[in-house]
């Protein structure tokens, strides 16, 4: 079964700094995708980044970024320049290579304090 | 394109009684998925669908909930009866294939159901 982790309930950032999510997950397969998703407050939920297993490189996406390490099985998010708009529940998730089932976390709540 | 439909956004039941929510996945996309999202928890799939067919049910309580996808478009998930623990946002979600490396999920606005 796959499993995934996110350790950090509630987290908090100023205005313009950067912000470190982090993630790690169980799994046995080799080949693997992984998510972040964002909801923010009675918002429906949004698709962040994504990384595939087999791709060394870390994904980026603008303000977003992650850091990737498959040995470890980690999967951090980074959001540099944080804006007021960032503020939200952040949820990891998992998909097997097969099959399209998706796992999630349990969330991070992400403020951005002005 | 139009995103993934979902009614109603609010039902507030008392415990015992039934209710059901409606899904229309983006079109073309052919897994559909319900999720129960407790306040405070992440997404926990209930079902998920393949076309009309059933992939995934094992954490459906069958007892008391059930889900149908009849023409491989829309869907409908039912309580009943309800209890004071399914009290939640069940949120619908599609993506277009099964086997697709590009797969990513698509999720409605969700229907929060609050059972007293």
């Known amino acids: 079964a796959q499993t995934v982790t996110q350790s950090q309930p509630e987290m908090s950032v100023q205005e313009a700094e950067t912000v470190t999510l982090s993630c790690t997950y169980d799994t046995s397969e080799n080949n693997y995708y992984l998510f972040w998703y964002k909801q923010p407050p009675s918002r429906q939920m949004i698709l962040v980044i994504r990384q595939e297993a087999y791709k060394q490189q870390n994904a980026t996406e603008n303000r977003f970024s992650v850091n990737f390490q498959k040995a470890a099985k980690s999967f951090s998010l980074k959001i540099s320049d944080s804006q007021l708009g960032d503020t939200a529940m952040y949820f990891c998730a998992f998909m097997k290579q097969t099959g399209n089932q998706f796992y999630f976390g349990t969330g991070t709540s992400l403020t951005v304090i002005p | 394109e139009a995103g993934v439909a979902q009614s109603p956004r609010y039902k507030i039941i008392e415990k015992r009684q039934s209710v059901a929510f409606w899904c229309n996945p983006i079109s073309g996309h052919a897994t559909l998925y319900w999720y129960q999202q407790i306040l405070g928890q992440g997404p926990k799939l209930l079902i998920q669908f393949q076309n009309n067919g059933v992939v995934d049910d094992s954490q459906l309580p069958k007892d008391r909930f059930s889900a149908e996808r009849l023409k491989g478009v829309d869907s409908t998930l039912k309580i009943q009866p309800a209890k004071l623990e399914d009290s939640a946002v069940y949120l619908c979600?599609?993506?277009?294939?099964?086997?697709?490396?590009?797969?990513?999920?698509?999720f409605g606005a969700g229907s929060r159901l609050t059972v007293l």
């Open positions: 979600a599609s993506s277009l294939a099964r086997y697709s490396g590009a797969n990513v999920l698509t």
